[in-house]
């Protein structure tokens, strides 16, 4: 097993079972440096799951995970964002009775706070209205501009590797937009993505390759465009 | 990572692990205050220091060692939950066995001599708070601090209805063991909402004040100095143990006076009492109640959902333990024939909570085991006896760390399955 | 009856910022990791024996003035107290992070009688004290006809002195500072927090180690204020900080200094003006009417549990 270089994250074989159930079953996939991946399948599939071990938030009972060829399967949690790695969790996960500039600042945990009058205006340019709400209680927020910080706050770190699980779930059309744009041009500056989305269709537009993940095991993995014209995954994961 | 730079890292872990002990040790067991003054004692901090020092090295060493490491793993891992079926019926060699340690409890106290029958006579009053509150913590899964608080009721129930009725020990201790039923009934209902350690504090200090109150209300309990009853207390049903009446027991009997007889009949009693109880808890257990309880402890809001009338079960266990707790109070007085605040604290409620955590939380014989040892442990070894409560700490810390169900097995009573 | 008023605002301002420092303790761990730590009022208890051995060892080697001998007491009890904090919750929290809440309970309470009883041992059973270090005190208040009057003593006056200045830091750290922010996020949501950077194991101990120190703190000033103390004084303390933390809202932080000074104050007028022998029942009889009634306290928010 020798790692490639030019993958920044590589996974292999990964195994996990929440208590008897089996929720991955020997799941390999990997990224390039500079890419935007999909990973997508029905609810229930595994697809946080795949997103969440990365974090070592469920137990890890088989596998490997590697990240710039280093192994990485054995760090602990807090460990991971160290290296350069970001997570928009489904859900968002803001802390809610923290001021949202407080729960930016918490983003900058893994890098330390010599860049962070830098970052922020970056962050706020790009999100406007988090300048705005900067010291609201994060829980006031709503559901868009929450996500918003969310994405913010991951960004905070200035991440080789951002993961986003479901980042335009309960958004409106043109906020799902909004952050899609937004995830193009941070992929622009030096940032690989992967990102989940029920959203097949737009996900695989601004992507570069892709995941099918059917009932914890990756069914197809194929480029963006052939993934959009496979009879398969438009029945069953696009819609209309 | 390399043997070389695993043992640096031990090295340094171990040197972390000294200095700790050097500032923990050193000002509280290397100094001792005498008034205003202070004494020297630096021999046992560094006992203690380096004691625990070599002790942490060699669990690392041992830890790196792989052919040593297995087996010492095996014995101090955690054992969370124990797969286990139980039997549908008790083996005959374990029926024989029980029998024989009923008919020698029951030879015992003939033999033995007046310290240690009132010590066996205690154990079986531990034995009998352990299995009322293993009904409350084992069977239900609430954590009740406060169970001293009914021992107390007990005790000083029948102590003040001699007090101020002379009413005999037999009508006064079934009365006493009732009305502690009753608190217990009382304080079940505020705490029905509760659990976890809400529920803890909250019987923790429900047991407090009525320690205070025993305490500080002179005119009903004569307070700290307790209430003393005659000697002897305890009659063989109205008939006394005196030793000068004419019609006491022994000169019935026509046999010599002995101070024995007095607390043979009080084992007697109790013991049978103890074993009746005891029956009850293992019935109780494949009762409907006890499996409404089961479901209970595991998951109250799965339990409620199912249907289960949470009220009336959870003041079913308070109730229950409450009153064994007074049938154990009511002989406690028997037995000392006196009763003060100072007997009821905290530490009482602590220690009963850690025989039943010995034992294995719900585990009948095992509580009772726990119970009898340890009583007995502490008038056995002498020298142990001023860190008796310093053990039941270390006790309860390993083994919720190291076996969270008790060193018995937990036998639970399962549907059978029936083939299809 | 005026001066009597003052005269119990002031002694309940004192007692209760003691056990608001104590409450500290309580609240911040059960906001961290939703555990009572039985054993903090033993770290306590703890902190009043090393504050004691100081000043001895202390004035023995030389001596010096009050002020500087208190500060040295507090530099030196601080740091052993919230030493074993940190080793209480290494030996007895952390390995039942994820252990039913029962056995947590147990294990805490095993620790508490452990602490006690190793006291007990190590210096022995009786009552012990330190002589008096401050006097006298300033006169706030006299009555005109009985010509009793209000006193505030200087002893009074360094623990709200002590407290207010201890209150203020741990504001400002828990407000400000990023490590303060990690301690609120821990508690708001620890896996999101971990998933950020985090350290959450090594917040949990600094919880640990803030409540324990201030403990020490409160340590110092009780042995001031009272000069005795006995190897059990923790067990009553703590549920007194307890009874605080939650009138004041379990987890939050005001909350509990707020919940400290109104058990104090409600305490010193409940025993001055109705019954001292049972000024207890009184505390104990309010932590079970919070605990019934308004279990969220009063600047507590409410605990959402799934039904
Ligand atoms: N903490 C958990 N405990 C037990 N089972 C879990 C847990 N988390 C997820 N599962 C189970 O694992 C499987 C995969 O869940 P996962 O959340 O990864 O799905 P998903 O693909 O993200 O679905 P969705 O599109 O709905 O978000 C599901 O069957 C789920 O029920
Ligand atoms: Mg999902």
């Known amino acids: 097993m020798s790692p490639n270089n030019n993958n920044i994250i590589e996974v292999k074989d990964l195994d996990v079972f929440y208590g008897a159930i089996q929720a991955l079953r020997k799941v390999s996939l990997s990224i390039k440096r500079g890419e935007i991946v999909s990973l997508i399948g029905a609810n229930g599939a595994g697809k946080s799951t795949l997103l969440n071990s990365i974090f070592k938030i469920p137990t890890i009972v088989g596998g490997s995970i590697h990240y710039n060829g280093d192994d990485i399967t054995a760090l602990k949690t807090h460990q991971i964002s160290r290296l350069g790695i970001s997570l928009v969790p489904e859900g968002r996960h803001i802390f809610p009775r923290m001021t949202v500039l407080e729960n930016l600042l918490l983003g900058c945990t893994p890098l330390g706070f010599q860049h962070k009058d830098e970052d922020l205006k970056r962050i706020f340019a790009l999100f406007a209205v988090l300048k705005e709400r900067k010291d609201q209680a994060a829980g006031t927020l709503s559901g868009g501009e929450q996500q918003m910080l969310a994405v913010g706050r991951a960004l905070m770190s200035r991440p080789k590797l951002l993961l986003l699980d479901e980042p335009s779930l309960g958004l409106a059309p043109l906020i799902i937009r909004d952050i899609f744009k937004t995830l193009v041009s941070i992929a622009k500056e030096d940032t690989t993505i992967f990102l989940v989305e029920q959203n097949a269709r737009m996900a695989l537009k601004i992507s570069t390759r892709g995941y099918l993940l059917v009932n914890g095991k990756i069914e197809i993995e194929d480029s963006a465009k052939n993934l959009i014209n496979n009879p398969e995954v438009v029945e069953g994961y696009m819609g209309k | 990572m390399s043997k070389k730079e695993s043992y640096k890292k031990l090295f340094k872990q171990t040197f972390l692990f000294f200095l700790v002990t050097v500032f923990i040790f050193v000002p509280l067991v290397g100094i001792k205050l005498l008034g205003w003054k202070y004494s020297l004692r630096i021999p046992n901090a560094l006992f203690l220091i380096f004691g625990l020092t070599v002790i942490r090295f060699m669990i690392g060493v041992i830890n790196l060692t792989p052919r040593l490491r297995g087996p010492f793993r095996k014995v101090f891992s955690q054992v969370s939950y124990l797969p286990h079926v139980a039997p549908t019926s008790i083996s005959q060699r374990k029926k024989s066995l029980l029998f024989l340690v009923i008919a020698l409890s029951f030879v015992l106290p003939f033999v033995i001599e007046q310290y240690w029958l009132s010590v066996m006579i205690t154990a079986l009053i531990y034995v009998m708070l352990s299995l009322g509150l293993n009904i409350v913590i084992g069977f239900a899964g609430l954590l009740d601090l406060g169970y001293v608080a009914f021992f107390a009721v007990g005790a000083y129930g029948v102590a003040l209805l001699h007090h101020f009725f002379q009413i005999d020990f037999w009508l006064a201790m079934p009365i006493a063991a009732f009305l502690a039923m009753l608190v217990g009934g009382l304080l079940a209902f505020p705490v029905l909402r509760m659990h976890g350690d809400y529920l803890a504090i909250v019987t923790l200090g429900f047991g407090e004040i009525i320690r205070l109150l025993l305490n500080n209300w002179t005119e009903f309990t004569r307070g700290p100095n307790g209430v003393i009853l005659p000697r002897p207390y305890i009659s063989f049903f109205g008939i006394p143990f005196d030793k000068n009446s004419p019609n006491s027991f022994h000169n019935l009997l026509g046999i010599e006076y002995s101070l024995s007889h007095k607390s043979i009949f009080l084992y007697l009693c109790l013991l049978l009492i103890v074993i009746a109880v005891t029956y009850f808890c293992l019935r109780l257990k494949k009762m409907p109640l006890g499996r409404s309880w089961e479901a209970l402890r595991e998951d109250e809001i799965a339990c409620r959902s199912m249907g289960i009338n949470h009220v009336t079960i959870k003041l079913f266990a308070f109730g229950l333990g409450a009153f064994f707790g007074g049938i154990g109070g009511g002989f406690f007085a028997a037995l000392t024939e006196f009763v003060s605040p100072s007997s009821f604290t905290f530490i009482e409620s602590a220690l009963v909570v850690s025989i039943v955590v010995l034992g294995g939380l719900g585990s009948i014989p095992g509580v009772i085991i726990a119970a009898v040892v340890m009583t007995l442990l502490p008038e056995v070894l002498r020298d142990i006896a001023n860190v008796r409560v310093l053990m039941f700490g270390v006790v309860m810390v390993v083994m919720m760390i190291w076996r969270p169900r008790g060193l018995t097995r937990v036998l639970r009573p399962r549907f059978n399955k029936t083939s299809k | ?307």
């Not at chain 3, 300033?138 to 002590?162: E, G, H």
């Not at chain 3, 919070?290 to 605990?303: H, N």
């Open chain 3, 1 to 307: 009856m005026m001066w009597e008023i003052i005269q119990q605002t002031v002694n309940g301002l004192a007692l209760g910022s003691i056990y608001g420092l104590i409450a500290i303790g309580y609240t911040m761990v059960y906001g961290i990791i939703g555990m009572i730590n039985f054993a903090h009022g033993d770290i306590y208890m703890l902190g009043a024996y090393v504050t004691a051995i100081s000043i001895a060892v202390i004035s023995s080697i030389a001596s010096m003035p009050v002020v500087l001998l208190l500060s040295l007491t507090v530099l030196i009890v601080v740091p052993i107290t919230a030493l074993h904090g940190y080793v209480l919750e290494k030996i007895a929290y952390k390995p039942l992070r994820h252990a039913q809440k029962l056995s947590a309970l147990i294990t805490a309470i095993g620790m508490s009688l452990f602490l006690q009883n190793y006291i007990q041992i190590s210096q022995g059973a009786r009552n012990q004290g330190i002589p008096t270090l401050i006097s006298g005190g300033f006169t706030l208040w006299t009555d005109k006809i009985s010509s009793l009057s209000a006193v505030m003593s200087y002893t009074q006056v360094v623990i709200l002195v002590v407290t207010l200045v201890s209150m203020l830091t741990l504001a400002y750290v828990i407000k400000s500072t990023s490590l303060g922010r990690q301690c609120r996020s821990t508690q708001q949501d620890q896996m999101m927090s971990a998933m950020l950077g985090v350290n959450t194991d090594r917040v949990i101990s600094v919880v640990f180690i803030i409540g324990a120190g201030l403990a020490g703190v409160g340590s110092v000033l009780v042995t001031l204020n009272y000069g005795s103390f006995d190897f059990f004084i923790g067990f009553i303390a703590g549920i007194k900080a307890f009874t605080a933390a939650v009138l004041g809202g379990i987890g939050s932080v005001t909350g509990a200094m707020l919940g400290g000074l109104l058990l104090g104050m409600s305490e010193s007028f409940f025993s001055g003006l109705v019954n001292a022998d049972y000024k207890d029942v009184f505390a104990f009889g309010l932590l079970i009417f919070f605990m019934v009634f308004k279990p969220t306290g009063l600047l507590g928010t409410p605990e959402v549990t799934k039904v």
